[in-house]
T-cell receptor, first 109, second 113 residues
Framework: GIQVEQSPPDLILQEGANSTLRCNFS?????LQWFHQNPWGQLINLFY???GTKQNGRLSATTVATERYSLLYISSSQTTDSGVYFC???????????FGTGTRLKVLA | DAGITQSPRHKVTETGTPVTLRCHQT?????MYWYRQDPGHGLRLIHY???????DKGEVSDGYSVSRSKTEDFLLTLESATSSQTSVYFC????????????FGQGTRLTVV
Protein backbone atom coordinates (compact mmCIF):
# COMPACT_ATOMS: atom_id res chain seq x y z
CA GLY A 1 0.00 0.00 0.00
CA ILE A 2 0.89 3.65 -0.17
CA GLN A 3 3.45 4.90 2.34
CA VAL A 4 3.28 8.35 3.92
CA GLU A 5 6.30 9.86 5.66
CA GLN A 6 6.34 13.11 7.57
CA SER A 7 9.27 15.17 8.71
CA PRO A 8 10.47 16.33 11.09
CA PRO A 9 8.89 14.07 13.73
CA ASP A 10 9.29 16.72 16.41
CA LEU A 11 9.72 20.47 16.27
CA ILE A 12 10.13 23.10 18.99
CA LEU A 13 9.78 26.77 18.09
CA GLN A 14 9.76 30.09 19.82
CA GLU A 15 6.60 32.08 19.38
CA GLY A 16 6.82 34.17 16.21
CA ALA A 17 9.06 31.77 14.31
CA ASN A 18 8.22 30.21 10.95
CA SER A 19 8.31 26.52 10.09
CA THR A 20 7.88 24.07 7.23
CA LEU A 21 6.49 20.58 7.65
CA ARG A 22 6.94 18.00 4.92
CA CYS A 23 4.88 15.03 3.75
CA ASN A 24 6.25 12.53 1.24
CA PHE A 25 4.11 9.81 -0.29
CA SER A 26 5.10 6.77 -2.26
CA UNK A 27 2.50 6.61 -5.03
CA UNK A 28 0.06 8.75 -6.95
CA UNK A 29 -2.86 10.07 -4.93
CA UNK A 30 -6.39 11.29 -5.56
CA UNK A 31 -6.62 13.44 -2.48
CA LEU A 32 -4.37 14.89 0.21
CA GLN A 33 -5.30 16.63 3.42
CA TRP A 34 -3.53 18.24 6.36
CA PHE A 35 -4.96 17.96 9.86
CA HIS A 36 -4.10 19.46 13.23
CA GLN A 37 -4.65 17.53 16.44
CA ASN A 38 -4.75 19.90 19.38
CA PRO A 39 -3.43 18.99 22.84
CA TRP A 40 -6.94 17.87 23.83
CA GLY A 41 -7.03 15.30 21.05
CA GLN A 42 -9.45 16.99 18.67
CA LEU A 43 -8.62 16.58 14.97
CA ILE A 44 -9.30 19.54 12.70
CA ASN A 45 -9.17 19.64 8.92
CA LEU A 46 -6.70 22.35 7.81
CA PHE A 47 -6.40 21.92 4.07
CA TYR A 48 -7.69 19.77 1.29
CA UNK A 49 -4.90 20.08 -1.26
CA UNK A 50 -4.37 17.32 -3.84
CA UNK A 51 -2.30 19.78 -5.89
CA GLY A 52 -1.34 23.44 -5.99
CA THR A 53 -1.13 26.00 -3.20
CA LYS A 54 -3.65 27.25 -0.67
CA GLN A 55 -3.47 29.77 2.13
CA ASN A 56 -5.57 30.26 5.23
CA GLY A 57 -4.33 33.04 7.47
CA ARG A 58 -0.87 32.21 8.81
CA LEU A 59 -1.00 28.72 7.34
CA SER A 60 -0.39 27.73 3.78
CA ALA A 61 0.14 24.44 1.97
CA THR A 62 1.63 23.34 -1.31
CA THR A 63 1.36 19.95 -2.96
CA VAL A 64 3.52 18.91 -5.91
CA ALA A 65 1.74 15.72 -6.91
CA THR A 66 4.16 14.84 -9.71
CA GLU A 67 7.02 14.80 -7.19
CA ARG A 68 4.92 13.17 -4.46
CA TYR A 69 5.27 15.63 -1.65
CA SER A 70 3.35 18.30 0.19
CA LEU A 71 4.52 21.11 2.46
CA LEU A 72 2.70 22.89 5.26
CA TYR A 73 3.99 26.34 6.18
CA ILE A 74 3.28 27.97 9.51
CA SER A 75 4.26 31.61 9.80
CA SER A 76 4.50 33.72 12.95
CA SER A 77 3.75 30.69 15.09
CA GLN A 78 1.62 31.01 18.22
CA THR A 79 1.34 28.79 21.27
CA THR A 80 -2.08 27.71 20.04
CA ASP A 81 -0.39 26.12 17.01
CA SER A 82 1.03 23.44 19.30
CA GLY A 83 -0.10 19.90 18.70
CA VAL A 84 0.42 17.23 16.08
CA TYR A 85 0.12 17.85 12.36
CA PHE A 86 -0.91 14.96 10.15
CA CYS A 87 -0.81 14.51 6.44
CA UNK A 88 -3.30 12.01 4.98
CA UNK A 89 -3.52 10.75 1.42
CA UNK A 90 -6.09 8.82 -0.54
CA UNK A 91 -4.38 6.53 -3.04
CA UNK A 92 -5.55 6.39 -6.63
CA UNK A 93 -8.37 3.90 -7.06
CA UNK A 94 -9.12 3.64 -3.35
CA UNK A 95 -11.52 5.29 -0.92
CA UNK A 96 -9.04 5.01 1.92
CA UNK A 97 -7.19 7.83 3.59
CA UNK A 98 -3.80 6.74 4.95
CA PHE A 99 -2.15 8.93 7.57
CA GLY A 100 1.47 9.73 8.20
CA THR A 101 2.84 9.43 11.72
CA GLY A 102 2.69 13.17 12.23
CA THR A 103 4.90 16.09 13.23
CA ARG A 104 4.63 17.06 16.89
CA LEU A 105 4.98 20.84 17.21
CA LYS A 106 5.54 22.72 20.43
CA VAL A 107 5.53 26.52 20.37
CA LEU A 108 7.09 28.19 23.38
CA ALA A 109 5.94 31.57 24.67
CA ASP B 1 -20.38 21.66 16.50
CA ALA B 2 -19.91 19.18 13.71
CA GLY B 3 -22.66 16.60 13.40
CA ILE B 4 -20.65 13.57 14.42
CA THR B 5 -20.66 11.93 17.82
CA GLN B 6 -18.99 8.85 19.21
CA SER B 7 -20.18 6.75 22.09
CA PRO B 8 -19.04 5.83 24.58
CA ARG B 9 -16.25 8.38 25.11
CA HIS B 10 -14.42 6.16 27.57
CA LYS B 11 -14.65 2.45 28.25
CA VAL B 12 -12.77 -0.11 30.30
CA THR B 13 -13.43 -3.72 29.46
CA GLU B 14 -12.01 -7.13 30.22
CA THR B 15 -10.01 -9.31 27.86
CA GLY B 16 -12.22 -11.64 25.87
CA THR B 17 -15.40 -9.59 26.04
CA PRO B 18 -17.10 -8.14 22.95
CA VAL B 19 -17.22 -4.36 22.66
CA THR B 20 -19.18 -2.14 20.27
CA LEU B 21 -18.35 1.49 19.57
CA ARG B 22 -20.85 3.72 17.84
CA CYS B 23 -20.37 6.60 15.44
CA HIS B 24 -23.41 8.70 14.64
CA GLN B 25 -23.53 11.51 12.05
CA THR B 26 -26.18 14.02 11.10
CA UNK B 27 -24.38 15.33 7.98
CA UNK B 28 -25.74 12.68 5.59
CA UNK B 29 -22.21 11.97 4.39
CA UNK B 30 -21.69 8.83 2.37
CA UNK B 31 -18.24 7.77 3.60
CA MET B 32 -17.44 6.82 7.18
CA TYR B 33 -14.17 5.60 8.66
CA TRP B 34 -12.86 4.05 11.84
CA TYR B 35 -9.27 4.76 12.88
CA ARG B 36 -7.20 3.85 15.88
CA GLN B 37 -4.47 6.08 17.25
CA ASP B 38 -1.49 4.70 19.09
CA PRO B 39 1.80 6.34 20.10
CA GLY B 40 4.35 6.10 17.32
CA HIS B 41 1.80 4.97 14.73
CA GLY B 42 -0.32 7.99 14.02
CA LEU B 43 -3.82 7.10 12.86
CA ARG B 44 -4.36 3.72 11.23
CA LEU B 45 -7.45 2.82 9.26
CA ILE B 46 -9.43 -0.14 10.63
CA HIS B 47 -12.49 -0.27 8.36
CA TYR B 48 -14.40 2.14 6.21
CA UNK B 49 -17.81 2.36 4.61
CA UNK B 50 -18.75 3.81 1.24
CA UNK B 51 -22.48 3.42 1.66
CA UNK B 52 -25.19 1.58 3.56
CA UNK B 53 -24.11 -2.04 3.93
CA UNK B 54 -20.95 -1.32 1.88
CA UNK B 55 -17.81 -1.72 3.93
CA ASP B 56 -14.20 -2.67 3.37
CA LYS B 57 -11.07 -3.38 5.35
CA GLY B 58 -8.35 -0.93 6.18
CA GLU B 59 -4.76 -1.41 7.33
CA VAL B 60 -5.44 -3.04 10.70
CA SER B 61 -8.77 -4.85 10.43
CA ASP B 62 -7.93 -8.14 12.20
CA GLY B 63 -10.08 -8.60 15.30
CA TYR B 64 -12.57 -5.93 14.26
CA SER B 65 -15.86 -5.98 12.39
CA VAL B 66 -18.17 -3.18 11.31
CA SER B 67 -21.74 -2.67 10.29
CA ARG B 68 -23.64 0.12 8.63
CA SER B 69 -27.36 -0.49 8.41
CA LYS B 70 -28.27 3.16 7.88
CA THR B 71 -26.47 6.24 6.61
CA GLU B 72 -26.05 7.89 9.99
CA ASP B 73 -24.60 5.02 12.04
CA PHE B 74 -21.33 3.12 11.71
CA LEU B 75 -20.62 0.53 14.38
CA LEU B 76 -17.23 -0.93 15.23
CA THR B 77 -17.17 -4.24 17.10
CA LEU B 78 -14.23 -5.85 18.81
CA GLU B 79 -15.31 -9.45 18.72
CA SER B 80 -13.13 -10.57 21.64
CA ALA B 81 -11.16 -7.68 23.09
CA THR B 82 -7.42 -8.06 23.65
CA SER B 83 -4.95 -5.80 25.43
CA SER B 84 -3.40 -4.89 22.07
CA GLN B 85 -6.69 -3.20 21.19
CA THR B 86 -6.26 -0.67 23.97
CA SER B 87 -6.24 2.55 21.99
CA VAL B 88 -8.05 5.74 21.12
CA TYR B 89 -10.60 5.17 18.37
CA PHE B 90 -11.71 7.92 16.01
CA CYS B 91 -14.58 7.98 13.59
CA UNK B 92 -14.49 10.28 10.56
CA UNK B 93 -16.89 11.20 7.77
CA UNK B 94 -16.51 12.54 4.24
CA UNK B 95 -18.88 13.59 1.53
CA UNK B 96 -19.45 12.01 -1.85
CA UNK B 97 -18.12 14.61 -4.22
CA UNK B 98 -14.40 14.58 -3.52
CA UNK B 99 -14.20 12.49 -0.35
CA UNK B 100 -12.73 15.28 1.74
CA UNK B 101 -12.60 14.03 5.31
CA UNK B 102 -14.73 16.77 6.76
CA UNK B 103 -15.03 15.91 10.42
CA PHE B 104 -13.64 13.67 13.09
CA GLY B 105 -15.48 12.53 16.17
CA GLN B 106 -14.12 13.34 19.61
CA GLY B 107 -12.59 9.90 20.02
CA THR B 108 -13.25 6.93 22.30
CA ARG B 109 -10.58 5.88 24.75
CA LEU B 110 -10.79 2.10 25.16
CA THR B 111 -8.80 0.22 27.77
CA VAL B 112 -8.73 -3.57 27.75
CA VAL B 113 -7.57 -5.07 31.05
Amino acid sequence: GIQVEQSPPDLILQEGANSTLRCNFSDSVNNLQWFHQNPWGQLINLFYIPSGTKQNGRLSATTVATERYSLLYISSSQTTDSGVYFCAVEGSGTYKYIFGTGTRLKVLA
Amino acid sequence: DAGITQSPRHKVTETGTPVTLRCHQTENHRYMYWYRQDPGHGLRLIHYSYGVKDTDKGEVSDGYSVSRSKTEDFLLTLESATSSQTSVYFCAISDSVDRVVAFFGQGTRLTVV
